[in-house]
Each structure stands twice: as structure tokens, then as C-alpha cells.
T-cell receptor, first 116, second 116 residues
Framework: AQTVTQSQPEMSVQEAETVTLSCTYDTSESDYYLFWYKQPPSRQMILVIRQEAYKQQNATENRFSVNFQKAAKSFSLKISDSQLGDAAMYFCAYRSAGANFNKFYFGSGTKLNVKP | DAGVIQSPRHEVTEMGQEVTLRCKPISGHDYLFWYRQTMMRGLELLIYFNNNVPIDDSGMPEDRFSAKMPNASFSTLKIQPSEPRDSAVYFC??????????????FGPGTRLLVL
């Protein structure tokens, strides 16, 4: 089975600074999708960004971008110009493109604190 | 669309009581997922449905848990009898399904369950 690892349980960043959250995964598949979800204190899971494994270009959504290293099985999230509203739990997730394509595997999460 | 709707948002009950959690997926979505989130185990997939049919229930912890989807717009997760270790946040998510690019899941706000 696929596994997703987030090795940073908690991180802090100063407002307006940049922070990078790490994620690694283990899979034998060549085609898959990767996601970052944000979970604010309200507990709702919000999609932040997604990446297709077959695309070499890193995905970008406004202040959020990823560094996807397929060979290293690494998928980090960079948040630029951090805002107080970015404070949340962030989950990395993997989704197969194969037979179990609707099954998501989530990491344990990284709690991001943003200091004013 | 109002997004995925879950009710109740909070539930407090006593051990041994029956608990029913409800979910209304996004209209047109063919897949519905139930997740459980705890501090100890993170986010776990319990079961998912495709076109109202349960596809994978391997994550359901034990016979006390059951899930149904009588129609495309409604699903329930029932715990009978409930135990304190069932205390968690339960999420429902839906997706269009298929193997198309960028497919992802949309989460509801969650139900916070506390079993005393």
C-alpha cells in the first residue's frame, strides 16, 4: 500500500515570510496524483493545490507552489508571503491513477503557525 | 452548489447509545467517502460508495459501524453501540470519480463526535 509521510509535526513562520512543508511518499506506481489540503480550526478540509505525476512542471496557485521531485518521491509545499489566515493543519495526500484511483492516502499532517 | 453537507456538526452521546451521522454529497458526484480523524490515527478512510454501492469498506473498524447510501443524495454512518474510543471527527467527502485529470475529493465540514 502507498504511504505518505510528513516529518514535520509543527512549523512556525513569520507573517510575510516564506515557509516550506515537506512530504514524501512511497509507491511503485508510475502514474498518480498528489495533493495538499488545508484544515483550519473550523476542521473543514480545503484543497490547496494538486499535481499530476506525469507533469514535470510544478503546480502553482497564487502564493502556493509545490516542488515535485518524482525520482525522490518528494512533494513539498511552499507558501510565500505567509498570512495569518494560512495558520492551519496541512495534509499531503496521494491518489493512485490505477485500479484504486478513488482511494486517497493522507499524511499525518503539519501544523503551521503564523506569527504576526 | 452548497458543497458537501453534514449533520449534525457536533454530537455528544453516552456510551452504548446509537449515533447516526448524515451526509449530503455535491449534486452529480458519483463517489462518496467517509473518513474518521483522530489525533492518534490521523485521517482514516472508513468506506466509500460508487453510485450508491459500497465499494471498499475495509476501513470500517468493526461490526458496530455501518454505512448506507439509499440514494445519490444521502448517506448515513451509524455506530451502534457507541464507545468512548469512537470519539473523533467524522468527515464525508464526494467526488465526480473517474480517472480524469485533476480529480479530487471535496470534504464536508465534519461531525465532531464525543462519546462519554
Amino acid at each position: 500500500a502507498q504511504t505518505v509521510t510528513q516529518s514535520q509535526p509543527e512549523m512556525s513562520v513569520q507573517e510575510a515570510e516564506t515557509v516550506t512543508l515537506s512530504c514524501t511518499y512511497d509507491t511503485s506506481e508510475s502514474d498518480y496524483y498528489l495533493f495538499w489540503y488545508k484544515q483550519p480550526p473550523s476542521r473543514q478540509m480545503i484543497l490547496v493545490i494538486r499535481q499530476e505525476a506525469y507533469k514535470q512542471q510544478n503546480a502553482t496557485e497564487n502564493r502556493f507552489s509545490v516542488n515535485f521531485q518524482k525520482a525522490a518521491k518528494s512533494f513539498s509545499l511552499k507558501i510565500s508571503d505567509s498570512q495569518l489566515g494560512d495558520a492551519a493543519m496541512y495534509f499531503c495526500a496521494y491518489r493512485s491513477a490505477g485500479a484504486n484511483f478513488n482511494k486517497f492516502y493522507f499524511g499525518s499532517g503539519t501544523k503551521l503557525n503564523v506569527k504576526p | 452548489d452548497a458543497g458537501v453537507i453534514q449533520s449534525p456538526r457536533h454530537e455528544v452521546t453516552e456510551m452504548g447509545q446509537e449515533v447516526t451521522l448524515r451526509c449530503k454529497p455535491i449534486s452529480g458526484h458519483d463517489y462518496l467517502f467517509w473518513y474518521r480523524q483522530t489525533m492518534m490515527r490521523g485521517l482514516e478512510l472508513l468506506i466509500y460508495f460508487n453510485n450508491n454501492v459500497p465499494i471498499d469498506d475495509s476501513g470500517m473498524p468493526e461490526d458496530r459501524f455501518s454505512a448506507k447510501m439509499p440514494n445519490a443524495s444521502f448517506s448515513t454512518l451509524k455506530i451502534q453501540p457507541s464507545e468512548p474510543r469512537d470519539s473523533a471527527v467524522y468527515f464525508c467527502a464526494s467526488s465526480l470519480g473517474g480517472q480524469g485529470d485533476l480529480e479530487t475529493q471535496y470534504f464536508g465540514p465534519g461531525t465532531r463526535l464525543l462519546v462519554l
